[in-house]
């Protein structure tokens, strides 16, 4: 076997067999899995409580719609006998004879007392329909808890409909006619119709949100996941082969060169483990559910391109800065760039994603350190690229990634036998040119 | 046969000379001291022996061929800092090693189990690295250096910090390997054991060499003609002796300058008085060193404006 590939076997085997690999691989799908069952579980259990609303209804004639509509509410908040949401709970305050401020101060020392959550004044001239609104009409909600809107909300909607039923009923027009007339019209959004090559036309197919969005995220959060559990690691095991003197043992075996793309190999072979168990599980879950066509196969073969760039472009980089340190310490700041290098495509994904035809898109997935990212992110959605602007991306990035690992491996040659202080930009320079 | 060959090697960092026209042949089958203080060159001479640098002139010849691979397949180097995989198990370890020489697994599997037996750690083979002790892993770092069966070793400080027992062990598996025609380089600071262990010695001081032979060689050249002697006749009868320079008593016995033939002023002084002992002092390795090494007063002078 050549001693390259001894070395990234060995490479390879070390960083798998960790216990962290094993745990991170599995724990990966558990915390997905638990944030689901949280945030279901927080959507229907989280409130739960009662929250009893004053209302000082100064026009006299809405509590009786607001209090049913309250317990219509309540009742809709109850599955199987068990409350999935909140409870709202009106009181009625008799106004009459009481100054506002008096009023507004009694009712704002229960809220403080927890006797109530909050309490609402309707304005007495709510009811008139007047030719444009004025502040007047505005309701006052008073709450400790601002931040809870849903009762806000639902006092706002709630003495909305029963306003606007009056304001119809006054105007002689029938509400349920109204809503009858005024319901929304619907979009259904379709793929493109196919023109089969004997003549016959397929039926366009209703998009899919898992294809259009889940599965190009889904995939470039797998790249980035899987570039960052290894190619990182490289920089704390050249370190740390550096302090121990174990580099200068192995270079008098094998040439500096081959030690580092030996390494690069392994911790590419780590990735590409990694990203085939969970497309093979993702894979599995869309099969299950009847989704598979969410993915097409092309799209693996771009990934694994993708992948492999982004590994030997990023890894190289973190082994020039391990063999340019003499600790972890050094390497933190050097390390700063690079994170933000390897960050930047994943924020710039949404806007690739709104618009992947934009001049903005095309140019951000033709940069090599973010084309891996935000190039597989276009090439998930429909419509495709062009099929140049692939190939010259994956031309431009090969070439980066090559001339990444020549520049890293003079580096890399000349670090592994410095000690001290860590080298500055110009001197990195110097090393690369010798 | 010469193991190693350097004609006339130089090498500079920064406009400084590392290592300055060396020239060295170390024989074959021999154990062969590299000493020098700290900074001297002596790292930099056996990183270019091992091809890990690449001087700036001369040549360097190991068995005959540059150092160039596979040539140095045959160089086994244990660096003076110790470092192991700590997380791969002591099999994991030796074999890694002994392959990156090209070596088989079928080959390796048989010396490790050989080696570690030797070296009492045969029990240890799959634990990992991390739970041996510094003296196991001191000891599973030489097997590193010797299993793939290297020609010529490179031994940097190899007994520093073990105990008595282990550093006897691995003296005898140095001593074998030597028996074996293995050539050993061993670098030092302990002069006492260069002084036992090293078939010839070389010495390097502000990259230039500054010895080069057999322990009686060196000692030869730079004995300062001082003879120890014990008399009837005590210090007093030295004083109007002929061909006696300075004569430090030291009680029971004088250490004696002398100026002459030692053969002459035995004879005079057998004439004058019995002579119960006369010994000619060769001074000692360590003395040798510190005469070559220790500082001027040009070393010690603070450079103007580096003072605080």
Known sequence: MSRMLIVARTEFLTLVRTKAFIIGILAMPVIVGLSIVFQIFAATHADTSDHTLAVVDRTGALYDTLAAAADEHNASGVSNGKRTGPRFLLTRVDAAGRSPAELEATLSDRVRRRELFGFVEIPANVLASPAGASDDEQLAYYTETPSYTALSDWIRDAVGAAVTARRLKAANVDPDLVKTLTRPTRVTTLGLVQRNADGTISEAKRTDALQTFVVPFALVYLLFLSVMASAPQLLTAVIEEKLSRISEVLISSITPFQLMVGKLIGVASVSALLALVYLVGGMYVLASTGHLSAIQPALIGWFAVFLLCAVLMFGSVFVAIGSACSDIKDSQSMMQPIMILLVLPLIAAPVVLRAPGSTIAVVASLIPTATPFLMLLRLAMTPPPPLWQACLSVALTLGTAVVFVWAAGRIFRVGLLMQGKPPNLPELLRWIRQ | ?308
């Open chain 2, 1 to 308: 046969m010469t193991a190693i060959e350097l004609r006339d090697v130089t090498k500079q960092f920064d406009n400084q000379i590392a290592v300055g026209a060396l020239s060295l042949d170390v024989p074959a089958g021999s154990i062969y001291g590299f000493i020098g203080p700290n900074g001297s060159g002596k790292t930099t001479t056996i990183r270019m022996v091992m091809d890990i640098l690449a001087p700036d002139r001369g040549s360097i010849q190991v068995f005959g061929k540059p150092s160039r691979s596979p040539v140095r397949d045959d160089i086994g180097y244990l660096p003076e800092e110790r470092g192991l995989y700590k997380r791969m198990t002591v099999r994991q370890v030796l074999r890694y090693y002994g392959q990156l020489k090209g070596r088989s697994l079928a080959d390796l599997d048989r010396a490790i189990a050989s080696w570690l037996d030797r070296l009492q750690l045969g029990a240890y083979v799959d634990k990992k690295v991390q739970t041996l002790s510094k003296g196991m892993s001191q000891k599973v770092q030489f097997i590193a250096t010797v299993i793939a069966k290297p020609r010529l070793l490179i031994l940097d400080e190899p007994f520093s910090g073990l105990d008595p027992v282990n550093a006897d062990a691995l003296r005898d598996a140095v001593l074998d390997l030597r028996r074996d025609g293995t050539t050993v380089v061993f670098s030092t600071h302990d002069m006492a054991t260069a002084e036992r262990l090293c078939d010839r010695l070389f010495m390097i001081f502000k990259g230039r060499k500054v010895l080069d032979g057999t322990l009686d060689e060196i000692q030869a050249a730079h004995s300062q003609n001082v003879a120890r002697v014990r008399t009837a006749g005590g210090a007093a009868i030295l004083d109007d002796l002929p061909g006696v320079a300075r004569v430090v008593d030291t009680g029971n016995a004088q250490d004696v300058e002398l100026s002459g033939d030692p053969q002459q002023f035995l004879a005079a002084l057998a004439a004058r008085t019995a002579v119960y002992q006369f010994e000619l002092k060769k001074p000692s390795l360590h003395d040798v060193f510190v005469q070559i090494a220790r500082p001027t007063a040009e070393d010690l002078a603070v450079p103007a404006g580096g003072g605080r």
